[in-house]
C-alpha cells in the first residue's frame, strides 16, 4: 500500500474515534496557566480534578483543555515553584477560565522548577527517555568560569555524554554529535556551540525550559537519528518592565523586559558578550615591538536574544523570535601572517497561535535559519578567503485537538527548502594580478506529514502511538521514509509504572567535519546521488518507583538502538571545494545498548540527583569504494563510547540566603588509538634513520578515567531599592585539581651524550586545572 495511503488511514482512525460515553454529561475546560509577578506562561502547569482523579498539564504555551463531567468541581492548579490554587465551579457548559499563580515563598525545593510537573505526575505520563531543565536550576550548578551552561547541566543527566574536556557537544545513546536536532522556537540551530565547543549558545537569561528526548520521540520530531533538544525562549515581563543581568570573569549579560502598550503582549531583549579580545588586544600592545614576541590570538563570542508577543485577540497571540550569534577568532602575527575565522548562526520565527474552540487549537510557525563560517589567510602578496553555509526556511503548522479526556490528538505538516553551500573559495594576489575561485551549492527540500493520538485506555494503562512520513529531494534524486512511533505505560500501583517506547527515524542532512583539524570545519551535506539518509531504531524499557512519600522517583531504563548507512570518510579525504564529495563518503552500521538507572528529590531543602549508565556503542564500515573501509572492516569503538558514566548533583539551602551546590562526575576514559611500537626506517646508506609507529585496530585502549567535582555557593543579597534582587554566585571548578587527560602524546627520550634516541614516552595534555570564579547577578 502507497505510504499516502497508509498515513491517511492512520489520521482518519485518530478522528473517527469512539463517541464519548452518552450517560454522563461532560464539558470541556480550558485557558492558560501563568505565572502572576511576569505574566510567563508556566509549561507543565497541573490542572486537576482530585476527587475524580482527572488531570492535565499545560503545553510550552501554558495551555490546557480537560473533560469534566458536569456539576460542581473541585479544581486544583499547580506547578513546583508556585503556590497551589484551588477553585470551585459548577460546568453547566464548556468553559474557558486562566489562572494566574503566585511564586512560593523561598524554600530550595520550590526555587527549582520543573516544567515536567511533580515526579508523581512523570510517574503517570507515558512519556520516558526525556529530560527536563530550566534556567533556574541551572543558574544555581556550579559552572566554569562562572559561566552557566545548559548544555552542560544537560550532559549531568543519564544517557548523556560530553565529548571530552570543556566541551558542550553531546553524545546521546550512541548517537555522534550531528544527530541531534537543535530547536529555538521551532526554529534549527545548526551549531549550538561558543568557544570551540565550551560554551553553548543558550544565554540562560533568555530562556524558559529544555526538553531533551532521548528517545521515544513524539511524532512531530523529525530529522535526525538520536535526539531532541526543545528550547523555549522566554516571551518577557507581562507585568512590568524589569532588568536583569549578570558580571562574570569572562563574560557580561544583559537583559531587558516588560509589557506591550495596553497590556496586549511583552517584549524580553537579552545579550552576552565575553571580553578575551580586550585583554589581549592590551597584551599584544605593550609588548608589541618586542623581539621574538608571539601575539595573542584575539577571541570574542557574542550573542542576542529577542523575542515579542502580541494578543491579536481573544483566540489569537502572535510570537516573534529572533537569535544572532558569532565566534570571531583572529591573529595577525609580526611576519605579515595574518588569520581569521569566524562561524555564527542567524535565527528567527514567527508564529500564530489560534484557538478554534475549547477542543482544538493551531500553531503555524515560519522560521528562518542560518550557520555560517568563514576562514580567511593573507600573506604580504596572497590571500585566500574560505566560506561554507546553510540556510533553512521552513514552515510548519501543528494541530492539537482534545477529542475527550481520553484522546488528545495531534497532528500537523512541515516543509524546509535546504541551501547548502559547501565550499565557497576566493583566492588570489594582493595586486588583483592572480585571482581565482570556487562555488559549489545545492538545495533540497524537507517535508513531513505526522499524526498521533494520547490514548487513555484504562486508569492504569496509556498509549501514545503516531506516524510520520518524510521526504527529502535533492535535484533529481528523492528519498522517503515512514516512521513509526509508538509508547505505553502500564501502572502496577499508584507508587510504579512500566513504560516502553519505539521509534524509527530518518536523517536527510549531514555534517562533513574534519575530525584532524584544530579548528571547526563544518559542511553540511545533502542526501543525493549514492548519500543515502541515515536510518535508526531504538526500543526502550523501563520502570519507575514513586518512593518516601511521593519524594523521590527511581527509573532503570534499558534501551537498544541500532543505525544504518552510518557516515565517515576515507582516509586522506578531500573535504574542501570538491565538486565530488560524494565519493569521499563511507557507509557502516552502529549499535547502541545501555541501562539508566535514575534517582531524584525535588521537595525539601535538599534537592538533586544521582544517575548512572552503563552502555555499549560499536561501529563498522566494511571494506568499499576499493578501500578497505574503516579498521579492516572489523567492529570498533567510536571514542564517544563510554562503559560507565556516573553522576551526583546535590543542591542544599543552608538558609533563606544561602544555597549550596555540588556536582560531581566519573566517566570511563575516551576510547583512543595509540602505537604498539615503532620500527626503525633508514635510506639503503644506513642513514637518515626514523622510527615509524605500528598502529593496533583502532581505539583499543583507553585514557584515564575522567572525574571531576564541582563547588558552588550562591549568596542572596539584601533587596535592592524598588524591589530589586541580586545575588553573589561561587563557583569552583574541578575542586580538588584533578589532572583529566585531554589528549596523549609522545616524546622522545634521548641519550645526554650522544643525543640518540633511546625510546618513547607517554605525555598526557590536561586542559583546565581548579578554576574558581565569582558572578553578581542582578534583577530589578
Do not use: C
Not at 550548578?141 to 551552561?149: M, N, R, S, T, Y
Not at 543552608?654 to 566517566?667: C, K, Q
Amino acid at each position: 500500500m502507497p505510504l499516502r495511503y497508509l498515513l491517511l488511514s492512520l489520521l482518519l482512525g485518530l478522528f473517527l474515534l469512539p463517541a464519548p460515553g452518552l450517560g454522563q454529561v461532560r464539558y470541556t475546560l480550558s485557558g492558560y496557566v501563568r505565572g502572576t509577578e511576569t505574566g510567563e506562561a508556566l509549561p507543565g502547569a497541573t490542572v486537576a480534578v482530585p476527587a475524580l482523579a482527572l488531570g492535565a498539564t499545560t503545553d510550552d504555551k501554558g495551555f490546557y483543555t480537560l473533560s469534566v463531567p458536569a456539576g460542581t468541581q473541585q479544581i486544583v492548579v499547580s506547578f513546583i515553584g508556585y503556590q497551589n490554587q484551588t477553585q470551585a465551579l459548577n460546568l453547566t457548559r464548556n468553559q474557558r477560565l486562566n489562572f494566574s499563580l503566585l511564586s512560593a515563598s523561598n524554600t530550595l525545593g520550590e526555587v527549582i522548577v520543573e516544567g515536567a510537573g511533580t515526579l508523581q505526575e512523570k510517574l503517570q505520563t507515558t512519556q520516558m527517555s526525556v529530560e527536563h531543565l530550566t534556567t533556574r536550576e541551572a543558574k544555581l550548578l556550579p559552572a566554569l568560569f562562572g559561566e552557566v551552561d545548559l548544555l552542560k547541566t544537560l550532559q549531568l543527566k543519564p544517557g548523556v555524554q560530553n565529548g571530552g574536556e570543556g566541551t558542550s557537544g553531546l553524545f546521546v545513546r550512541g548517537g555522534s554529535a550531528d544527530q541531534n536536532l537543535f530547536l529555538v522556537d521551532e526554529a534549527v540551530v545548526y551549531n549550538p556551540s561558543h568557544l570551540f565547543g565550551l560554551f553553548s549558545v543558550f544565554n540562560p537569561d533568555a530562556v524558559q525550559s529544555v526538553d531533551l528526548y532521548k528517545g521515544g520521540f513524539p511524532a512531530q520530531y523529525g530529522g535526525r537519528l538520536s535526539s531532541v533538544v526543545d528550547v523555549k525562549m522566554r516571551p518577557g515581563n507581562a507585568e512590568k518592565f524589569t532588568t536583569s543581568g549578570g558580571l562574570g570573569l569572562i563574560s557580561s549579560r544583559l537583559t531587558l523586559e516588560g509589557p506591550l502598550p495596553n497590556r496586549k503582549g511583552s517584549w524580553l531583549v537579552s545579550g552576552r558578550r565575553t571580553y578575551f579580545d580586550v585583554f589581549t588586544r592590551q597584551i599584544n600592545k605593550f609588548n608589541e615591538g618586542k623581539e621574538d614576541y608571539n601575539p595573542i590570538p584575539n577571541y570574542y563570542f557574542y550573542d542576542l536574544n529577542a523575542k515579542g508577543n502580541y494578543q491579536l485577540g481573544a483566540k489569537d497571540n502572535l510570537f516573534v523570535t529572533g537569535y544572532l550569534g558569532h565566534d570571531v577568532f583572529g591573529f595577525n602575527s609580526l611576519n605579515g601572517f595574518n588569520f581569521d575565522f569566524s562561524w555564527g548562526n542567524t535565527v528567527g520565527s514567527v508564529r500564530w497561535n489560534h484557538v478554534f474552540n475549547k477542543r482544538l487549537y493551531m500553531n503555524t510557525t515560519a522560521s528562518f535559519t542560518r550557520y555560517d563560517y568563514n576562514i580567511s589567510n593573507g600573506l604580504d602578496q596572497f590571500s585566500f578567503n574560505l566560506t561554507s553555509d546553510i540556510r533553512d526556511f521552513a514552515l510548519r503548522t501543528d494541530f492539537d485537538y482534545a477529542y475527550n479526556d481520553r484522546h488528545a490528538v495531534k497532528f500537523g505538516a512541515s516543509v524546509t527548502d535546504h541551501h547548502f553551500g559547501t565550499g565557497r573559495l576566493k583566492a588570489g594576489s594582493t595586486d588583483g594580478s592572480i585571482n581565482f575561485g570556487s562555488d559549489i551549492t545545492y538545495r533540497g527540500q524537507e517535508a513531513g506529514l505526522y499524526a498521533s493520538d494520547n490514548f487513555k485506555a484504562s486508569d492504569k494503562l496509556q498509549l501514545e502511538y503516531g506516524l510520520r512520513l518524510s521526504g527529502f529531494q535533492s535535484g533529481s534524486d528523492q528519498y522517503a521514509g515512514l516512521e513509526p512511533r509508538a509508547a505505553a505505560r502500564y501502572s502496577l500501583t499508584p507508587k510504579i509504572s512500566l513504560k516502553a517506547n519505539y521509534a524509527l527515524m530518518y536523517q536527510y542532512v549531514h555534517l562533513v567535519t574534519n575530525s584532524g583539524a584544530s579548528l571547526p570545519t563544518d559542511i553540511w551535506y545533502p542526501s543525493r546521488l549514492s548519500v543515502k539518509p541515515q536510518r535508526s531504531q531504538q526500543v526502550a524499557a523501563g520502570v519507575s518507583f514513586l518512593l518516601g512519600d511521593g519524594a523521590y522517583l527511581l527509573t532503570n531504563e534499558a534501551y537498544y538502538k541500532w543505525a544504518q548507512r552510518q557516515i565517515d570518510f576515507r582516509d586522506g579525504a578531500q573535504l574542501f571545494v570538491n565538486p565530488d564529495l560524494d565519493a569521499e563518503f563511507l557507509f557502516g552500521k552502529g549499535w547502541a545498548y545501555g541501562n539508566e538507572v535514575y534517582l531524584e528529590k525535588k521537595t525539601g531543602r535538599t534537592t538533586g540527583w544521582i544517575g548512572y549508565t552503563l552502555s555499549w556503542t560499536k561501529r563498522r564500515f566494511p571494506p568499499q569504494n576499493g578501500t578497505t573501509g574503516i579498521n579492516n572492516g572489523n567492529t570498533f569503538y567510536p571514542n564517544y563510547d563510554r562503559r560507565h558514566n556516573l553522576t551526583v548533583v546535590v543542591l542544599h539551602q543552608l538558609s533563606p540566603r544561602l544555597n549550596l551546590t555540588g556536582s560531581f562526575v566519573f566517566t570511563s576514559g575516551q576510547a583512543t588509538t595509540l602505537p604498539l611500537g615503532r620500527f626503525v626506517f633508514q635510506d639503503v646508506f644506513g642513514s637518515n634513520a626514523s622510527a615509524v609507529p605500528v598502529y593496533p585496530q583502532r581505539n583499543t585502549y583507553r585514557l584515564a578515567p575522567y572525574n571531576r567535582l564541582d563547588l558552588g555557593l550562591v549568596y542572596k543579597l539584601r533587596p535592592l531599592r524598588q524591589g530589586g534582587e541580586s545575588d553573589l554566585t561561587f563557583s569552583v571548578y574541578n575542586a580538588y585539581n584533578r589532572r583529566n587527560p585531554y589528549f596523549v602524546y609522545f616524546d622522545q627520550v634521548k641519550d645526554k651524550e650522544t643525543d640518540q634516541v633511546l625510546n618513547y614516552r607517554a605525555r598526557q595534555v590536561s586542559l583546565f586545572p581548579v578554576i574558581p570564579s565569582v558572578t553578581y547577578n542582578f534583577k530589578f
